[in-house]
DNA sequence: TCGAATTTGTGCGTATGTATC
DNA sequence: GGATACATACGCACAAATTCG
């Protein structure tokens, strides 16, 4: 015997199949309440508990007051972080939504401070001084005017302090990248590393990104290495709901390695 | 005036916080909803709430009959997906689980279909013509015995039917990786192309890995090229919670591109 | 501008089924 | 078998937000 679907997720199930067959279509409102009671045979509670399957499930949202209506998804946008044999991880947020055809903006703010932990270890950095040692630098990005990526990097002060690439949004450099900026010191980038992950995003981070409490984001760690020194270390968070990530490469001859 | 939390987010709130400072660690049992009742002075129904929403967050998992228990949080472990000068492409999950010193196994199932759409495109295929085209593969990956990683791959038929690795898991190459398998017929695998998004899991996704629903699992599209044509293409879904990707590799020199 | 109707959010009480211990 | 605990389900009530005449 085959134990039975409760009575909520048979409600659910075909709400949600009316809405994957476009019956009803982004930004319609899906059957208050009262509506599901009626055609479904259910009382208010399996209603609601159908309905908020179909919230948590992130297919509609609800509007105290006006119902229940299917999301509207955005486009997704692909975002390279890495193809072969071509240079773009300068600004890899710039330059694929120029390529997309899209307007991207930022607005940053950048301090001297110490370093937390983390950051510490990863840019190897000697014991805390109660000195600033790193710069740091929190970005929103904005495409098409709508908030999208959130990022906090830290450079090392010791290596940029005093030249004119010290502030990364100031001085005849401004806006060109890590590994553009950085070159023009000398300091040349030839390794990146980037570990992404995803999660719920926080109250602040929905908040920043104009996205409901809740959905889902993307991180990505970004580190940038100069001969075997990490020379810079960014954290990215962005909606998933926005964005896929794109990375690419050759895969090595056999020998090597 | 401050509009006043409504009551069973005060429940879990509490509940959240006890868990995060270590009052009920992870494995321990949570407050029966009786005894929630008795000293949070709710009703049953205000109980119930409170811990679907600790349960919505994966913070714990209801076992009927027994309790509410805090969850064990695996640490999480990283999937190397590409790196330069060294060849792991073959079978990342494999490679990357044995360097970290843990037991990786798989449950697989092939299957011979018509191609669905977007592999249809991505391969590259010529119109449909009733014949199946292309070998479907479903996999479960565990990690320690537990399920980790689903992935469904998909090569065109034209290429291996008829060869000895027709079937990626049985013959003299299984376990070897798409990469090894095809260089036995003459295929030789020179890019590789990856899209990474993240969503909520799906509900046959988060029974299969066995994660709470609503778990955020990071999405893979992965398509593999031999002389510039596609040769493979997988969809590889796995729990946010247990994974970070990394990527890295070499930033090409100035004039390059 | 106001108020009535609608809709979601919250909350209470109760009952039955089923899994675990 | 009995006690306990969660899952499902019904019915009801009121508050808050929205909509619309």
Chains 1, 2 share one sequence.
């Not at 930022?106 to 600033?132: F, M």
């Amino acid at each position: 015997m085959e134990s039975e679907r409760p009575l909520y997720a048979r409600v659910s199930d075909d709400l949600r199949s009316k809405i994957r067959v476009g019956a009803y279509p982004p930004g319609t409102r899906l059957p208050s309440r009262p509506e599901i009671r009626d055609e479904y045979g259910v009382s208010d509670a399996v209603a609601k508990q159908a309905i908020g399957v179909i919230i948590a499930e992130g297919l509609a949202q609800a509007r105290p007051g006006s119902g229940t209506y299917v999301v509207e998804r955005p486009p997704v946008r692909k975002l390279v972080r890495a193809w072969y044999g071509r240079r773009g991880l300068g600004s890899p947020f710039r330059a694929s939504m120029a390529e997309q055809g899209h307007r991207g903006a930022w607005a940053y703010e950048s301090e001297r401070v110490q370093a937390p932990p983390d950051v510490r270890e990863r840019l190897a950095l000697p014991e805390p001084t109660g000195q600033p040692e790193v710069l740091r630098t929190d970005y929103v990005f904005t495409t098409d005017d709508r908030p999208s990526m959130l990022s906090t990097s830290y450079e090392p002060l010791d290596l940029t302090e005093g030249t004119d690439i010290v502030i990364p949004e100031e001085g005849p450099h401004a806006g060109r990248g890590v590994v553009d900026r950085m070159a023009t010191i000398g300091v040349v980038i030839d390794r990146w590393d980037e570990t992404v992950g995803a999660r719920a995003g926080s109250a602040e981070e929905c908040r920043l990104l104009d996205i409901p409490l809740g959905s889902v984001v993307m991180t990505i760690t970004r580190t940038y290495e100069a001969a075997g020194r990490t020379v810079e270390v960014a954290f990215i968070v962005l909606s998933a709901d926005l964005f896929v990530l794109g990375y690419a490469g050759e895969v090595p001859r056999d020998g090597a390695g």
